[in-house]
């Protein structure tokens, strides 16, 4: 049997709001714990349901409803790749959604000061790779220092959470990913070049239809 090996940290981590909420099993909490272990290198995981039933010794099922119930409270997104060709799922990406070892900043979080912006340059590498896995842009080669200031100037105005939202929202437009007349796509600059862009997409200027959070079929 094949054994999926990922790297992860020493320290699993259960916030109060995850600890203390009633709506969620105990194993949910459990998996919650182990994602905060996961995404604490990258920012993510593609960690398959196989991956958790074998380490906690439970079916594919129970980890897919344990996932549903953190998504459908909040704590955690999940964003299926598909192949361009075939539109099959070929991995999952799960994002933590709450204040976590990673410092995903929360909309209701009092804005950083000034002298403490620069902390959010340590979401350079794990922007870069979320964006770069929608395989839909322009890819990111570099994160040039231009391109570090200007996505820290859109993070203190939105914070984290917003702004992989807005990522999100524009792989699903059909104009920003190049189904347009003039072959136009969107690229990382031109999201981040001032706020008026990247408010233009989370307000869905650029929406096909309504947005939806939907589950996607079990990867094996």
């Known amino acids: 049997m094949d054994i999926e090996i990922i790297n992860k940290s ?6 109060a709001n995850v600890r ?30 196989q991956y958790f039933a ?3 010794s439970i079916n594919k099922s129970t980890v897919s409803k344990l996932l ?19 539109k099959q799922v070929e991995k999952r990406i799960i994002t933590l959604l709450t204040n976590s070892p990673i410092g995903i900043v929360k909309n209701d979080n009092p804005p950083m000061d000034k002298k403490d912006s620069k902390e959010y340059y340590k979401y350079s590498n794990i922007i870069k790779e979320y964006y770069n896995s929608k395989n839909c842009f322009p890819k990111i080669i570099k994160m040039t220092k231009n391109r570090k200031e200007k996505m820290v100037s859109r993070l203190e105005e939105i914070g984290y959470e917003e702004f ?16 347009n007349d003039k072959k136009w796509k969107m690229d990382f600059d031109w999201l981040v070049k001032n706020d008026n862009n990247i408010m233009k997409v989370l307000e869905g200027k650029y929406s096909d239809i309504e ?8 990867i094996k």
């Open 20 to 49: 203390y909420d009633n709506r969620l099993k105990a194993k949910a909490k459990l998996l919650y714990a182990e994602l905060t272990c996961l995404t604490n290198e990258k920012g993510f995981c593609w960690a398959t349901n």
């Open 54 to 56: 074998n380490l906690y």
């Open 68 to 86: 549903s119930q953190l998504k459908e409270y909040g704590y955690i997104n999940i964003e299926l790749i598909r192949n361009k060709e075939t």
């Open 164 to 179: 992989i939202r807005a990522i999100d929202i524009a792989s699903k437009s059909k104009f920003l990913t190049g189904k």
């Open 211 to 218: 947005e939806t959070n939907i589950y996607g079929p079990e």
């Open 10 to 15: 020493y320290y699993a981590i259960i916030p």
